[in-house]
């Protein structure tokens, strides 16, 4: 295997690992936080009122962007859930979480052996 495809499943490797994580962090502290979906409630341009898993799903698909925007909105989403509580199922949405994360990481390893990066291949 030349040194550019290996370059490019380790950055592969990196970025699936970091969204997994950084989407963990959202969910985690979303529930945490009681962070929820307030009915009747609408936001300004961008609507900002979603259930931790929304914005779980969101961070996972889109987290260059996503991240940045819960960061910013962090406090008021917060101060928002201690008027408004909202209740989650913590454990199924962690337990899915770390299922695509298994699943993610499963996926790697296939692909780094298919490449033979983690196991030297050697001929039948």
């Known amino acids: 295997m030349d040194v550019d495809t290996a370059i490019n499943e ?7 690992l970091l969204s997994l994580v950084i989407t ?8 945490k936080h009681k962070i929820g979906k307030i009915p ?5 341009i961008i609507n900002l009122n979603r259930h931790a898993g929304e914005w779980a799903l969101l961070t996972l698909l ?9 960061l910013y909105k962090r406090n008021s989403l917060i101060q928002k ?3 408004l509580p909202q209740s989650s199922r913590r454990v199924i949405g962690l337990g899915f ?11 790697l390893a296939m692909r780094l052996i298919h490449l033979g990066m983690l196991i030297e291949r050697t001929p039948l």
């Open 10 to 16: 380790i950055f592969k490797t990196i970025w699936l």
């Open 24 to 31: 963990f962090f959202v969910y985690y502290d979303a529930t």
């Open 40 to 44: 009747n409630y609408e936001g300004f």
């Open 62 to 70: 889109f987290w260059p962007v996503i991240l940045p925007i819960y």
């Open 81 to 83: 859930a201690k008027e």
């Open 97 to 107: 979480i770390v299922f695509l994360l298994g699943l993610g990481l499963a996926g």
